[in-house]
């Protein structure tokens, strides 16, 4: 559980500092520096401090290529979401992540769903659809949605992370980290936003803590937990996110995001509980 609580933390500060970066960097190279922090920092780590654990082998490659294909698709429909949405809505919706997760170890990797996930889990559904529709215009707000995207691939992402979650954690995530930060500086290229600027060490910074290390704890919490549990502990890392958002950019909540908070609110409860 600590190693579940300690990864949610870590990623909570990715959607306030992100979108604080996103003033300087370009969506898709922000995306690419994330990773590259996470890979680049874990690899020297690993050379500091060798772990003994079992190594991947070529039966866990389809799964090391479906988790980095995700890796790079999920950042980047993120990074674009946080320039049309808030930084609160955004980091709120996270927890969407929790449905698609567990949706997809039931449905795919027959992973069981208790009572109370079951009820959290349409809470958190409901509280995103709420999230994603601006009562004033009466329109779907596409930042939210973009947002909703990203969870979902990364729903599918743990899934594939979970089938090789007895191997080295360290290992998956510099493999996650660099190559995933590279698929996005190609696309960065490709697209013509690639941005140098010194606002990239900031961003490799925070992609160590926020990717890197997060990632790691999450990894060693779903050998114990699967990836439904996991995914249930993380919940409220939403809500610390949300939390930094509001005191980092003095936003001012509307009544979407205060309904959606106290519907998350109960989610998680039941969440937990489970």
Same mark, same amino acid.
């Given at each position: 559980?600590?190693?579940?609580?300690?990864?949610?933390?870590?990623?909570?500060?990715?959607?306030?500092?992100?979108?604080?970066?996103?003033?300087?960097?370009?969506?898709?190279?922000m995306?690419?520096?994330?990773?590259?922090?996470?890979?680049?920092g874990?690899?020297?780590?690993?050379?500091?401090?060798?772990?003994?654990?079992?190594?991947?082998?070529?039966?866990?490659?389809?799964?090391?290529?479906?988790?980095?294909?995700?890796?790079?698709?999920?950042?980047?429909?993120?990074?674009?979401?946080?320039?049309?949405?808030?930084?609160?809505?955004?980091?709120?919706?996270?927890?969407?992540?929790?449905?698609?997760?567990?949706?997809?170890?039931?449905?795919?990797?027959?992973?069981?769903?208790?009572?109370?996930?079951l009820?959290?889990?349409?809470?958190?559904?409901?509280?995103?659809i709420?999230?994603?529709?601006?009562?004033?215009?009466?329109?779907?707000?596409?930042?939210?949605?973009?947002?909703?995207?990203?969870?979902?691939?990364?729903?599918?992402?743990?899934?594939?992370?979970?089938?090789?979650?007895?191997?080295?954690?360290?290992?998956?995530? &510099?493999?996650?980290?660099?190559?995933?930060?590279?698929?996005?500086?190609?696309?960065?290229?490709?697209?013509?936003?690639?941005?140098?600027?010194?606002? &990239?060490?900031?961003?490799?910074i925070?992609?160590?803590?926020?990717?890197?290390?997060? &990632?790691?704890?999450?990894?060693?919490?779903?050998?114990?937990?699967?990836?439904?549990?996991?995914?249930?502990?993380?919940?409220?890392?939403?809500?610390?996110?949300?939390?930094?958002?509001?005191?980092?950019?003095?936003?001012?909540?509307?009544?979407?995001?205060?309904?959606?908070?106290?519907?998350?609110?109960?989610?998680?409860?039941?969440?937990?509980?489970?």
């Open positions: 559980m600590k190693y579940a609580l300690l990864a949610a933390f870590l990623y909570a500060i990715s959607s306030p500092f992100s979108k604080l970066l996103l003033n300087h960097i370009s969506p898709t190279m995306a690419s520096c994330l990773y590259l922090g996470a890979g680049i874990l690899f020297i780590l690993n050379k500091i401090k060798k772990t003994e654990e079992e190594k991947l082998e070529k039966k866990d490659m389809p799964y090391v290529i479906g988790m980095v294909v995700l890796d790079i698709i999920a950042p980047i429909l993120l990074m674009i979401g946080l320039t049309l949405t808030t930084s609160s809505n955004a980091a709120l919706l996270n927890n969407f992540e929790i449905v698609a997760t567990t949706v997809i170890a039931y449905f795919i990797f027959k992973e069981k769903i208790s009572k109370n996930l009820i959290g889990i349409i809470l958190v559904l409901i509280s995103s709420i999230l994603t529709f601006d009562i004033t215009s009466l329109k779907f707000n596409l930042g939210s949605i973009l947002v909703l995207l990203a969870a979902i691939s990364w729903g599918f992402e743990n899934n594939c992370t979970k089938m090789i979650s007895n191997k080295n954690p360290v290992d998956i995530v &510099i493999i996650k980290g660099l190559f995933s930060g590279l698929g996005s500086l190609i696309v960065s290229i490709v697209i013509n936003e690639v941005t140098i600027n010194p606002y &990239i060490i900031y961003a490799l925070l992609g160590f803590f926020s990717y890197g290390l997060s &990632i790691t704890t999450y990894i060693y919490a779903q050998r114990h937990l699967g990836a439904s549990k996991t995914s249930a502990f993380y919940a409220i890392n939403p809500f610390i996110g949300s939390i930094l958002s509001l005191i980092i950019f003095a936003e001012i909540p509307n009544i979407n995001f205060i309904i959606a908070i106290l519907i998350m609110s109960i989610a998680t409860y039941f969440i937990i509980k489970e």
